[in-house]
């Protein structure tokens, strides 16, 4: 089993940049991805990025050259810099973590969820 502790959210003026921060307990050693997804209100949740334990990433259109995924492999905690923030941005932020070895921005692809942490940004 693995625990995932999402942190770092807040509310935001257009523009400022936040880093979330997942962290991972248990059976972290497992895990060979992780990726951030995020759930606005009554939208379904979106993959935004993800890596792999080769460093391999993938970013969603919506945020790529904004959002940046980084990794403390020897904390095993995995960061979410978001940077160029914007309204449509607002959602609550979940981190996921699984065994597969290819970033995935698929829902499905993972085994082990946070319980999020919300971010608000306003114009």
């Known amino acids: 089993q693995v625990q995932l502790v999402e942190s770092g959210g807040d509310s935001v003026q257009t523009g400022r940049s936040l880093r979330l921060s997942c962290t991972a307990s248990?059976?972290?050693?497992?895990?060979?991805?992780v990726a951030w997804f995020r759930q606005a209100v009554g939208k379904a949740r979106e993959g935004v990025a993800s890596r792999s334990r080769q460093r391999d990433v993938d970013y969603s259109d919506s945020v790529v050259g904004r959002f940046s995924i980084s990794e403390d492999p020897y904390k095993h905690i995995w960061y979410l810099q978001m940077n160029n923030l914007k309204p449509e941005d607002s959602a609550m932020y979940y981190c996921a973590a699984g065994s597969n070895w290819s970033p995935s921005l698929t829902v499905s692809d993972y085994d082990y969820w946070g319980q999020g942490t919300q971010v608000a940004v306003s114009s």
């Open positions: 248990g059976a972290a050693y497992a895990v060979n991805s």
